[in-house]
């Protein structure tokens, strides 16, 4: 929101420097961005008049002009402005003048002519960014008349940030109402006077809210006999100033309006209206219409429209359809000002590709109980600057005007939020200020009555917020943190949750965050077939962040993906949030732990150059959750191959704990992979955190040191192709022989040697007794049975050599 200061200055009187009105605004919670000026003091720049206009003996495009300027001889100027004319006069810098840019004007010679000079734009004077041609100045006016003495004094800008929540400050009396309070000063408000000479609005136009939903209030004024021009000076430069481009005299009006108060409008040429009639009705499906930028677009069911009787006319609360727009023909014009519902108009907005001075506003709301004065000042101003004549009455669709906000609050409440000692009296003294009213007061508790311009204010804590900001937030003393501790209270979930973090931090994991906004290309990357379980946002302020997530490890391989293109090319991460997901067509919110890897992570720092294989890639990944599991006090855990759509097929698992699945573990596809140009192989889990915590209280069984020495055998099992590592696990618990230790397979060997359908299962046996040193012949006698055992149960042989 650009403010040009002069004109915020007709409505607030206030005496500070910039810098201290800048201070006072952004304390307040109205951020001051920038601070700029437009123009200067022009110094050496003059009324010129043109005498003469010849063309350019060697350039088309270029003229030769002769230039008074209140100095006894003419000069020649060169200029290729389309609007010069003989007899004109345009602000003229004579060679020595230094421009606002920063350009001190020489002799020069342009296509072989000399010139002695510049006639400007706007531009070339600072004055904004248009270069369409001269900036024409009233022909009355004698040449070399310093050109600041035209155009007045440089004016100061300031351009404010507003947050989402204060659409009552995305206009010039909002802003200076708040500056009034700030100052202790008062808002003056323009005054209105119209005159109503032409017959009854009623004979003039009907309206038709078919969506009074979407369209609380829908007002319409009619004007006879308007003149189109363009709009007088100051009004054109306070637009400028503000970021607007002039057009019109009709259509400047409403753009004025709308940065006075808030509320956009739009005009009609109400001859190009068919039937004379206002239908506010929702788009029908691939219904198009060309709007005011020329082009045409095709709208949807959900859009909501300003139609005639015939076809939709505007695209509601974003712009204006150029088949009534406002034209130098137009002699009588539809005025409306209308509130529309937010949501509509941000998803229009979005789905247009369309972000207006309007839908800006409409978007974060306007003041439905103000819609009407709105029109009366443009409806004014129109019959001041273009002669147009009034119809009496207006047309205003208004079915259910809005309910009144009360807030009951407490004062000693209020006090102790804030943390200072603020009086009844002094936050009395704010509320009048802020135009909040008050009912049954009694000294202790009240009941706020909030303006209808104030839409932000809902709860009590929204007035411990104003009353804050006003009384200033530098005027809270800092006090030291409070905590209290609560004997009753169960923190044993969060101190579990740290415990788990510190153990992934322990293991070399890197913990990250990502939001819980996400889009569907994301998601479709990992799963296509989930879309029905996906919860999405029904008005997403961004297509990026429109779904809420349903698994972490999507983010988890984007943010690998990220540190591999910055040359980052060994990651460990994991991430714990919540993920969402419809079941049964109801939302369910869990939290999960996402752990994921690239790079030769699980190598020693002497052996990284190698390439990554998927099997090393696999195993560390899987030894990662084998130490996690069993650091958290889980056992029986097992990990049962199962193909999943995020991961390669034939290298995905389920990990099951007591049977129940509890989570899953993988390659990441290689459809994802390349999204991020991740060449090599990436492993991705997640796990249920509540699986983890079960056991997180447990305190750990603790062994006797050994004091016996350890016996090893290894066996390597020929055995089928589709036996598992998990069930020869199983069958090695089931005997259980009486000394063993540990066992474990170190390697898998498939080739020469071996039959085809076949593979080869290499195990470690540690057998150790904690009474007595073992001998030969009793671990001898215990692994044959075993060897025995699993030989017989799995159809297998034992490998020679």
């Not at 192709?721 to 089931?734: C, F, M, P, Y």
Request: hydrophobic content about 40%; aromatic content about 6%.
């Amino acid at each position: 929101m650009k403010v040009p200061v002069s004109w915020l200055k007709e409505y607030v009187d206030f005496e500070d420097t910039i810098e201290g009105l800048a201070d006072k605004l952004t304390f307040a919670g109205l951020e001051v961005e920038a601070i700029e000026t437009i123009g200067s003091d022009f110094a050496g720049v003059v009324v010129g008049e043109v005498l003469a206009v010849e063309p350019h003996p060697d350039a088309d495009k270029l003229r030769l002009c002769t230039v008074t300027y209140g100095a006894e001889e003419t000069m020649q100027v060169v200029c290729g402005a389309p609007n010069v004319d003989a007899g004109g006069k345009y602000p003229f810098a004579p060679v020595g003048t230094t421009l606002p840019c920063g350009i001190t004007l020489k002799k020069a010679k342009i296509r072989g002519v000399q010139s002695m000079g510049m006639l400007c734009a706007k531009d070339e004077l600072g004055l904004g960014e248009d270069h369409s041609g001269l900036l024409v100045l009233d022909a009355a006016l004698e040449p070399g008349t310093p050109f600041v003495s035209v155009w007045g004094e440089p004016e100061t800008v300031i351009e404010l940030e507003i947050t989402p929540n204060r659409p009552d400050c995305l206009s010039m009396i909002g802003v200076a109402r708040e500056m009034a309070v700030l100052y202790g000063t008062e808002l003056k408000l323009p005054a209105i006077e119209i005159n109503e000479t032409e017959n009854a609005v009623d004979e003039e136009v009907s309206v038709v809210v078919e969506e009074p939903g979407k369209c609380p209030r829908y007002t319409a004024r009619v004007l006879k006999g308007a003149e189109i021009g363009p709009a007088p000076e100051w009004m054109q430069k306070r637009l400028e100033a503000a970021g607007i481009r002039p057009i019109s005299n009709v259509v400047d009006i409403t753009n004025y309006v709308m940065l006075e108060t808030g509320h956009p409008l739009h005009a009609f040429d109400k001859d190009l209206v068919a039937e004379s009639t206002i239908i506010v009705r929702n788009a029908r499906a691939g219904e198009k219409m060309q709007t005011l930028d020329d082009i045409e677009r095709t709208l949807t069911e959900e859009m909501l429209v300003i139609a005639d009787a015939e076809k939709p006319s505007a695209v509601a609360g974003v712009m204006g359809g150029n088949v009534s727009e406002i034209s130098d023909s137009t002699s009588t014009i539809l005025l409306e000002a209308a509130a529309f519902e937010t949501s509509t108009i941000r998803h229009t907005a979005k789905k247009l590709g369309l972000s207006t001075d309007s839908s800006y506003r409409f978007q974060r709301g306007v003041n439905v109980d103000s819609v009407e004065w709105a029109s009366r000042r443009a409806a004014a101003l129109m019959g001041e600057l273009a002669g147009a004549k009034l119809c009496s009455g207006v047309v205003d669709v208004y079915p259910k005007p809005t309910d009144t906000v009360r807030i009951p609050f407490s004062y000693t409440r209020v006090e102790g939020m804030i943390g200072s000692g603020v009086s009844v009296d002094e936050m009395r003294r704010i509320f009048t200020a802020l135009e909040i009213g008050l009912e049954e007061d009694h000294g202790e508790t009240a009941v706020a009555v909030v303006p209808s311009f104030r839409l932000d204010l809902e709860r009590e804590v929204d007035l411990v917020e104003e009353i804050a900001r006003i009384h200033g937030v530098d005027n809270v003393p800092a006090k030291t943190p409070l905590a209290k501790v609560i004997p009753e209270a169960d923190d044993s979930r969060v101190r579990a949750v740290s415990e788990l973090r510190d153990r992934l931090q322990g293991l070399g994991v890197s913990e990250i965050m990502n939001y819980t906004l996400v889009n569907h290309p994301l998601l479709d990357l990992f799963n296509k077939e989930n879309r029905d379980s996906r919860e999405e946002l029904p008005h997403p302020i961004s297509m990026d962040q429109s779904v809420m997530r349903t698994s972490l490890i999507p983010q988890l391989v984007e943010s690998l993906g990220r540190n591999h293109s910055r040359q980052i090319h060994e990651a460990c991460f994991y991430e714990l949030g919540r993920v969402f997901n419809r079941v049964d067509g109801v939302p369910v919110q869990a939290e999960t732990v996402s752990l994921g890897m690239m790079g030769p992570v699980g190598r020693s720092l002497l052996n990284k150059r190698a390439p990554v294989s998927e099997e090393e890639m696999f195993v560390w990944m899987k030894g990662l959750l084998e130490q996690l599991l069993a650091a958290q006090q889980l056992e029986n855990v097992t990990f049962k191959a199962e193909d999943r759509p995020e991961f390669e097929g034939g290298k995905a698992v389920t990990i099951e704990l007591d049977g129940e699945a509890v989570g899953c573990m993988g390659l990441v596809n290689k459809t994802a992979r390349s999204e991020w140009r991740l060449s090599g192989p990436v492993a991705a889990a997640e796990l249920k955190l509540n699986a983890l915590l079960k056991n997180a209280f447990t305190v750990a069984k603790t062994k006797d040191l050994a004091q016996f020495p350890s016996m090893s055998r290894d066996i390597a099992l020929v055995v089928d192709q589709s036996v598992r590592h998990e069930d020869i696990a199983v069958l090695i618990r089931k005997v259980d022989p009486k000394d063993l230790e540990s066992f474990g397979l170190f390697d898998v060997y498939q080739g020469k040697g071996i039959e085809k359908g076949k593979k080869s299962l290499a195990y470690n046996f540690v057998y150790r007794s904690a009474q007595q040193t073992l001998t030969d012949k009793k671990v001898n006698k215990a692994h044959q049975k075993l060897s025995d055992f699993l030989c017989k149960q799995l159809d297998a042989s034992l490998r020679e050599g």
